[in-house]
C-alpha cells in the first residue's frame, strides 16, 4: 500500500537526518513501557498532544526516551505533511472548474506551504548537523524557523477563510492545513522542551 511505502520512506529519511537509532539493551517490554510513557509525557506539553500521539506514537521504540529524537520526529512528520499537502494543491490548482478567486487563494497558499517546506527542512538540517559548541545558536534558529513555517501556514489557511472557499474545496483543502500547523506547533513545542533539558 502507498501508506506502508511512505511510511518506510520518512523512517529512512528520519535516520539519516538528524536521528540515529539503536537496538534498546533492557527488556523489551519494558523499554516499551519506557519507551510509550516518554511519548505521553512530551505529548502532554504541546498544544494539540492527541495529534501529537497520534503522529508519533508509531515511533516510540525509535525515539526511546530522546527530547532530540522526538523533536526531530516531529519535524519530518511536519515536513512530510507539507509537501504532500502543497503538492496536492498545486495538481488541484490546475484543474477544471474552479472560480479564479479559488485558483488565486490555492496558488498563494501553495507558495505559503513552499516557504514552510523550506524552513522546515532547514530546521531538521541545522539540528542534524550542529556542534555541542553552538547548541543556543542551532535551537534559536531551529526556533525561529519553526515559527516562521507556522506563521506560513496560519496565513494559507486564513487566506481560505477570507476568499469564500466552497464548502468541499475547504473542507478537503483547510483542513489539511489546519492539520499541518497544527503538527508544526506541537513540533515547535518539543523543540522548546528539547531545548529547556539540554545539558
Known sequence: MASSSFVTSFLLTLSFTCCIF????????????????????SCSATTYPKLCLASLSSLAGAIQTSPKLMACAALNVTLASAISTSTMMSKLSHSHGMEPKEVGAMRDCVEELGDSVYELKKSIAEMG??????????????????????????TCSD???????????????GGRIVKIAQLTSNALALINRYASVHD
Open 22 to 41: 539503536s537496538s534498546p539493551s533492557v527488556a523489551r517490554n519494558d523499554a516499551q513501557k519506557t519507551n510509550n510513557e516518554f511519548m505521553k509525557t
Open 159 to 173: 487566506g481560505f477563510e477570507e476568499n469564500g472557499m466552497n464548502g468541499k474545496l475547504k473542507t478537503i483543502v
Open 129 to 154: 548537523s550542529f556542534k555541542s559548541s553552538d547548541f543556543q545558536l542551532m535551537i534559536s534558529d531551529v526556533q525561529t524557523w519553526v515559527s516562521a513555517a507556522l506563521t506560513d501556514e496560519t
